[in-house]
């Protein structure tokens, strides 16, 4: 992958590959796939936050709220100041957060992965840990919500890959050639 060394924060760090989008998708298998296939690091944005708190990312919203959840979540990406740059698989709802943003766009490239509200849906239609779509598991609701979300992934993305009728290996090749 080349570097970037004007968006590393200091001289040694490598810069961050950020995968936002919606839920379902496939920002984790990617992110899993990226990993092994460039032999680098990886970050699972929910997975941290939920080892650190001891609960589930259902039980935070519940107990303490969704701004309490993304404070958790702005603070984790500052903290990835400090790390060594790897592929970071953000929670749906990162980039809402402008700030969060800034810190993205500061530490790596952003690439957003995209698909159609009905694959969405068939994606994560079985999922019980998304309090987001408790109650809105259809596929109107998800396009409803997709609509409303749509400007803040433009504004963060730097990159664009759509993911649908793709298996995760071609996103992870498709990537591969777009950032080297
Ligand atoms: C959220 C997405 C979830 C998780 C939380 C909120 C969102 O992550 O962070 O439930 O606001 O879109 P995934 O995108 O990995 O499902």
Same mark, same amino acid.
């Given at each position: 992958?080349?570097?970037?060394?004007?968006?590393?924060?200091?001289?040694?760090?490598?810069?961050?590959?950020?995968? @936002? +989008?919606?839920? +379902?998708?496939?920002? $984790?298998?990617?992110?899993?796939?990226?990993?092994?296939?460039?032999?680098?690091?990886? *970050? !699972?944005?929910?997975?941290?936050?939920? /080892?650190?708190?001891?609960?589930? @990312? #259902? !039980? &935070?919203? $519940?107990?303490?709220?969704? !701004?309490?959840?993304?404070?958790? !979540?702005? +603070?984790? /990406?500052?903290?990835?100041?400090?790390?060594?740059?790897?592929?970071? $698989?953000?929670?749906?709802?990162?980039?809402?957060?402008?700030?969060?943003?800034?810190?993205?766009?500061?530490?790596?490239?952003?690439?957003?992965?995209?698909?159609?509200?009905?694959? *969405?849906?068939?994606?994560?239609?079985?999922?019980?840990?998304?309090? /987001?779509?408790? +109650?809105?598991?259809?596929?109107? $609701?998800?396009?409803? =919500?997709?609509?409303?979300?749509? #400007?803040?992934?433009?504004?963060?993305?730097?990159? &664009? *890959?759509?993911?649908?009728?793709?298996?995760?290996?071609?996103?992870?090749?498709? %990537? %591969?050639? =777009? &950032?080297?």
């Amino acid at each position: 992958m080349k570097t970037s060394p004007q968006k590393a924060t200091h001289k040694d760090q490598q810069p961050f590959v950020f995968l @936002i +989008g919606f839920m +379902g998708a496939g920002k $984790s298998a990617v992110a899993s796939g990226l990993q092994k296939r460039l032999s680098i690091d990886r *970050i !699972e944005m929910d997975r941290e936050i939920e /080892l650190g708190e001891g609960m589930t @990312i #259902p !039980e &935070i919203f $519940s107990k303490k709220g969704q !701004e309490y959840f993304r404070d958790l !979540e702005t +603070g984790l /990406l500052k903290s990835l100041e400090t790390r060594n740059g790897c592929v970071v $698989s953000c929670g749906g709802g990162a980039i809402l957060r402008p700030e969060n943003v800034r810190i993205m766009k500061a530490l790596g490239r952003i690439l957003w992965l995209t698909a159609s509200p009905v694959t *969405i849906w068939e994606r994560v239609r079985f999922s019980d840990n998304r309090p /987001l779509l408790k +109650g809105r598991m259809d596929p109107e $609701s998800i396009r409803q =919500m997709m609509e409303e979300r749509r #400007p803040a992934y433009e504004r963060a993305a730097d990159l &664009i *890959i759509d993911t649908d009728q793709k298996s995760v290996d071609q996103v992870v090749e498709e %990537i %591969i050639r =777009m &950032i080297e």
